[in-house]
């Protein structure tokens, strides 16, 4: 049986970040040991240029990096729903992510 890329990228990750961020480069390289096994569809938003209102930059301007785990069927997502996200901040190992996705695909 083939698995189609649709079950394969079953998760979309955000990924929010700003220029300049340690953290940031530490988060995309687990986040591509994650994609290595799972693919996902992948997002990454620079709170700082981003523009909304209220803005990505106010949820999470001292929290970078923060991913945002869903399917990759809901809609975009916006600031006002950050709260109902799924999603892990600063400091996180691919473990933590997939386990994340499980829930996610479970849901």
Not at 39 to 53: R, T, V, Y
Request: a neutral charge; hydrophobic letters at 35%.
């Amino acid at each position: 049986m083939r698995v189609t890329s649709r079950l394969l990228q079953a998760c979309r990750i955000t990924l929010f970040t700003r220029e300049n961020c340690g953290l940031c480069t530490t988060a995309r390289s687990v986040l591509s040991d994650v994609w290595d096994t799972r693919p996902f569809q992948f997002q990454e938003i620079d709170i700082i240029k981003a523009e909304s209102k209220p803005s990505w930059r106010d949820l999470y301007e001292f929290d970078v990096p923060v991913i945002h785990i869903s399917k990759s069927s809901a809609p975009e997502e916006y600031p006002q729903s950050a709260s109902k996200a799924v999603k892990l901040m600063h400091r996180f190992t691919a473990d933590q992510v997939k386990d994340k996705m499980d829930l996610v695909e479970k849901a």
